[in-house]
């Protein structure tokens, strides 16, 4: 397939050797834009493999490993991306893949610092409030980010986590969405959020969860507010 876009493996079981036959082809390819490799048996080494090619690779602007249990060194090797200036990746999807608080840094210092990422989705990793602080820390240093999936990652309502999130909101214009779906972040901050949603009108889709502790009204008064944002914005 001479123009192929999109490549997309589900439960494909890849292991390392497969992952290596994917990176292999990815290093050389100029056609291809999405990878999908959702619960393909990818581990760290597999992630060794496809950092390798992403250094080479100029076209990519999509790689989700969702579901597979790279941990923090796979996202650490993942990170090495950043080093190819000539890398057109927009879009990192690590939903649910084994990721804990160490993993917070090296995101920050590494698939953050790519030029080109407007999407990282972290959705379902036990980062904990360590690990979104350093994440936070991350965007703050490289603010090119539009879109940051932070969903069930762990965190509630530490003061510190919570301050880190409003001052990004309002200091941070390019980055217009935030999923923070399934981590219990109360009243108090959603009224905090729902203010800055009313005089920044970069934020179009600040997603809580309408369970977590949250007064149904509020979370709807939150819901229309980014989308009158959106439609102004758009």
């Given at each position: 397939y001479a123009h192929l876009q999109t490549l997309a493996l589900w439960s494909a079981?890849?292991?390392e050797e497969g992952t290596k036959g994917i990176a292999n082809y990815l290093g050389k390819n100029r056609t291809l834009l999405t990878l999908e490799l959702?619960?393909?048996?990818?581990n760290e080494m597999g992630c060794k493999s496809l950092s390798d090619a992403l250094e080479k690779n100029t076209v990519l602007t999509r790689l989700?490993?969702?579901?597979?249990?790279?941990?923090?060194?796979g996202a650490e090797l993942l990170g090495s991306m950043s080093l190819n200036r000539s890398s057109a990746l927009q879009s990192l999807e690590l939903s649910f893949c084994g990721l804990t608080a160490g993993a917070g840094p090296l995101l920050?210092?590494?698939a953050l610092r790519c030029p080109t990422l407007r999407n990282l989705e972290l959705k379902g990793n036990a980062l904990g409030a360590e690990?979104?602080?350093?994440?936070?820390?991350?965007?703050?240093?490289?603010?090119?980010l539009f879109h940051l999936g932070l969903a069930d990652t762990g965190i509630s309502r530490e003061p510190e986590v919570q301050?880190?999130?409003?001052?990004?909101?309002?200091?941070?214009?390019?980055?217009?969405?935030?999923?923070l779906m399934g981590n219990m972040l109360g009243d108090q901050f959603?009224?905090?959020v729902l203010q800055l949603t009313r005089v920044h009108e970069h934020l179009i889709d600040?997603?809580?969860?309408?369970?977590?502790a949250v007064d149904p009204l509020l979370y709807k008064q939150l819901l229309d507010q980014c989308a009158a944002n959106k439609k102004v914005w758009t």
């Open positions: 079981n890849l292991q959702t619960d393909c048996g990818i989700c490993l969702d579901f597979n249990q790279i941990g923090n060194r920050a210092t590494g690990g979104v602080l350093a994440v936070l820390g991350g965007v703050r240093a490289q603010p090119g301050a880190a999130l409003l001052e990004l909101f309002a200091t941070v214009p390019l980055c217009c969405e935030y999923d959603c009224y905090q600040v997603r809580v969860c309408a369970t977590s």
